[in-house]
Every structure is written in C-alpha cells, then in structure tokens.
C-alpha cells in the first residue's frame, strides 16, 4: 500500500493548487478593507486570462504594482505561484471547474472511501485499479471534451 500512497499523494499537490480562492483569500487578508475590491478584481484577472503565459504577465504586473504597498499580501501570492496556476495544463474546457479544491478533496474523499474498505491490498496495481474504478465512475455532466 505504500506505492499507493505515494502515487495518491504525488498527485494532489499538483491538483490541489487549483484552490486559487484559497490563495485569493489569503491574500486580500493582508490588504485594507477600503482596497480588497480594487485589488481583488485585479487578482481575479490574473486566473482569468486564457493562458498560462498570459496569466504570468498579469501576475508579474500585480507584484509591481503591489508589491511595495503589500508585502506580505504579495508573500502569500508568490509562495506557491506554480502551484496556483497549475490548472492551466488541463483543457480550458476544465479550468471553471477547478476554481476552487473542493471537488478535487471531493474526489480524494471518496478514493479514501473506496480504499479505506479493504483492509490489505494484494499489489499496488490492485490498489490503483480501484482507486482507477472510483475516479471513472465520477461524470461531471457539464463537462464536454
């Protein structure tokens, strides 16, 4: 069950960055209330640029603008800054529905249902077959690739 641990975990936090409403509040947390709106509409665009590429450009732009005023607004922002734009390797037709980690702990909830029943796996691709299984049976019915 090792390896199964370690293939689950090497997986999520590459999915979990995903959470960018996580990040988004953490980092209005650190700006004044009388600026939260100026400066969350401006953070909202950077996740809501079409590329990857793009999305580095306007995140590179807030940090200037920022970057002086808030410190540690822009610390929390740039500490996991790969991570939180992680969702753009997926088909765009998936990013509205990786705004947020709770469908993703969702899944991982019930992989662990699944998994958590049987006691001793015999191999890990037995263990991954059902951790497969439990992911395939999962439809997202406005999902269209």
Not at 82 to 109: D, G
């Amino acid at each position: 069950m090792g390896g199964f641990l370690r293939s689950r975990n090497s997986l999520r936090p590459r999915l979990v960055s995903a959470g960018r409403s996580h990040k988004q509040r953490n980092v209005l947390h650190a700006i004044p209330r009388r600026e939260r709106g100026e400066v969350q509409a401006e953070l909202v665009g950077i996740w809501e640029q079409p590329t990857k590429q793009e999305a580095v450009a306007q995140l590179e732009a807030f940090k200037a603008k920022y970057g002086k005023r808030y410190p540690e607004a822009l610390r929390s922002l740039a500490e996991q800054q790969e991570k939180t734009l992680t969702f753009y390797e997926f088909p765009a037709t998936m990013h509205r529905h990786m705004q947020t980690t709770n469908a993703i702990e969702s899944l991982w909830s019930l992989v662990r249902q699944r998994t958590d029943q049987i006691d001793v796996f015999t191999t890990e691709t037995s263990c991954l077959t059902i951790v497969w299984a439990t992911i395939q049976d999962i439809r997202l019915p406005e999902l269209s690739l």
